[in-house]
């Protein structure tokens, strides 16, 4: 997949416009490709401008990569979350963030663990998580 590859370059690089334009151009030629699906997905629900999120659509995006991954994997189940508490939707995010703890725990993810806790906390303030930067 070039296309979600050089999204993964892109955003590596912070150059999250650019990345969201891959990750949309692979789903566009594998639209059952849960990868791109939340990578596209993280980004329209925590981009730091207003003008590039589109809740909605993160949430449509995230929801369909965890039913391609049977709600199996931490890190899509915590950009599902992180697209619901972009809409206001904090309940939902708490308990799909909750859910992406338990299985990063489970698995012993310790890093990402870290990550989810820190964002649950958020919304169980009803605090949505924004990624601080992008490339200049």
């Given at each position: 997949m070039p296309h979600y590859n050089l999204g993964m370059a892109l955003q590596a690089h912070g150059d999250l416009e650019a990345a969201l334009k891959q990750y949309l151009e692979a789903l566009a030629l594998s639209p059952d490709s849960s990868a791109p699906m939340y990578r596209a997905a993280w980004i329209l629900a925590t981009h730091p401008s207003a003008s590039v999120r589109n809740p909605d659509q993160a949430v449509a995006?995230?929801?369909?990569?965890?039913?391609?991954?049977?709600?199996?994997?931490?890190?899509?189940?915590?950009?599902?979350?992180?697209?619901?508490?972009?809409?206001?939707?904090?309940?939902?995010?708490?308990?799909?963030?909750?859910?992406?703890?338990?299985?990063?725990?489970?698995?012993?993810?310790?890093?990402?663990?870290?990550?989810i806790l820190m964002r649950l906390q958020s919304y169980r303030r009803n605090q949505s998580f924004r990624l601080t930067h992008t490339k200049e």
């Amino acid at each position: 997949m070039p296309h979600y590859n050089l999204g993964m370059a892109l955003q590596a690089h912070g150059d999250l416009e650019a990345a969201l334009k891959q990750y949309l151009e692979a789903l566009a030629l594998s639209p059952d490709s849960s990868a791109p699906m939340y990578r596209a997905a993280w980004i329209l629900a925590t981009h730091p401008s207003a003008s590039v999120r589109n809740p909605d659509q993160a949430v449509a995006l995230a929801t369909q990569a965890v039913e391609l991954t049977d709600s199996n994997n931490p890190e899509i189940l915590d950009v599902l979350g992180a697209a619901y508490a972009a809409a206001g939707n904090f309940e939902q995010a708490v308990k799909t963030a909750q859910a992406a703890l338990d299985l990063a725990v489970d698995r012993q993810a310790k890093p990402l663990e870290g990550q989810i806790l820190m964002r649950l906390q958020s919304y169980r303030r009803n605090q949505s998580f924004r990624l601080t930067h992008t490339k200049e």
